[in-house]
């Protein structure tokens, strides 16, 4: 699965139990199991991002060390 794929699945997984939750489709017993569950994914998205960044970044650093010897 792609890095794109990965974040997106994350991100609708998330908005799938905020949706449930806010619905009141989650009984109250599992409201707290859903939460973490999301709260996970949201830190794990947030991780996909950052690495992203950073991969910009050195490709950014790349490209511009390679156009200063042009």
Same mark, same amino acid.
């Given at each position: 699965?792609?890095?794109?794929?990965?974040?997106?699945? &994350?991100? =609708?997984?998330?908005?799938?139990?905020?949706? #449930?939750?806010?619905?009141?489709?989650?009984? +109250?017993?599992?409201?707290? @199991? &859903?939460? =973490?569950?999301?709260?996970?994914?949201?830190? #794990?998205?947030?991780?996909?991002?950052?690495? +992203?960044?950073?991969?910009? @970044?050195?490709?950014?650093?790349?490209?511009?060390?390679?156009? #200063?010897?042009?």
């Amino acid at each position: 699965m792609s890095q794109q794929n990965n974040y997106d699945s &994350k991100m =609708k997984r998330i908005e799938q139990i905020i949706e #449930s939750i806010e619905q009141g489709k989650v009984p +109250l017993v599992e409201v707290e @199991e &859903k939460y =973490k569950e999301a709260v996970s994914l949201a830190q #794990s998205a947030k991780e996909d991002l950052i690495n +992203l960044k950073n991969k910009i @970044e050195v490709l950014n650093i790349d490209f511009n060390s390679n156009n #200063s010897n042009d």
